[in-house]
């Protein structure tokens, strides 16, 4: 499977560097910020699907913006790792009571890290399961297998139903073809990536009836996003 977007933040330079070349090594797209706004302005832009966050930042702490995110709705269910050179419990237990889903000192290694980041996304990656869910009057029933756009009944064959089923259940994210390929068809089938992009295509011309064609957006150069409103 690919690996997800990771948004680094820390504000030593060298330590930054070191982490996101770690991590892209490891195939993983990397977001850097040097501080709290820059990490705000970052997420405005792209939803993460994991935040390394220093302890120690300019002007304020990675505590206090940990409870930021999980206090707004949308960003509240981003896994979030800890990095500090504090070794004491109750920091430890300070980190955790945040927000934070785990926890490692400095200094530590880039086996030990992407242990971590995998165990951690692992543990918090939402199921596709049989709640209905309803996105700016889309509404998508899997356990009856029936989709609405305002009221009006959509048909959708069952590998663009569950295309679908992924982005509503995992909106505002950006996923490139080959994610989708993994999420959607499983890592284990063998397809060429295009075919997502027909499966796309068919998806928002069924959605367009109904006016919502355009809450699934194309990321130049990335892959696709599903919106939560419409652009």
């Known amino acids: 499977m690919g690996g997800g977007t990771i948004l680094v933040v820390e504000d030593e330079p060298i330590t930054q560097k070191l982490i996101a070349v770690n991590l892209e090594r490891a195939g993983h797209k990397v977001m850097r910020a040097a501080s709290v706004p820059e990490a705000v302005a970052a997420i405005r832009d792209v939803l993460p699907d994991l935040v390394l966050l220093d302890w120690i930042l300019p002007n304020a702490t990675g505590v206090s913006f940990a409870r930021q995110l999980r206090t707004d709705q949308r960003t509240k269910d981003i896994p979030i790792i800890m990095l500090t050179g504090r070794t004491e419990e109750t920091d430890k237990v300070t980190g955790l009571e945040a927000g934070a889903d785990d926890y490692i000192t400095k200094p530590f290694s880039p086996r030990e890290l992407l242990a971590r980041i995998k165990a951690v996304i692992r543990r918090r990656a939402p199921l596709l399961s049989d709640e209905v869910v309803e996105i700016a009057g889309l509404r998508l029933d899997p356990a009856a297998h029936r989709i609405t756009g305002n009221g009006q009944k959509i048909d959708l064959k069952a590998t663009e139903f569950r295309l679908l089923h992924f982005f509503m259940t995992h909106p505002d994210r950006i996923y490139s073809r080959a994610q989708l390929l993994d999420e959607v068809w499983g890592d ?16 928002r011309q069924v959605l367009a009836p109904s006016g919502h064609e355009g809450l699934i957006d194309t990321v130049r150069g990335m892959g696709y996003r599903f919106r939560r409103q419409q652009a």
């Open 188 to 203: 284990h089938v063998f397809v060429e990536e295009r075919t997502v992009d027909v499966h796309i295509r068919r998806v």
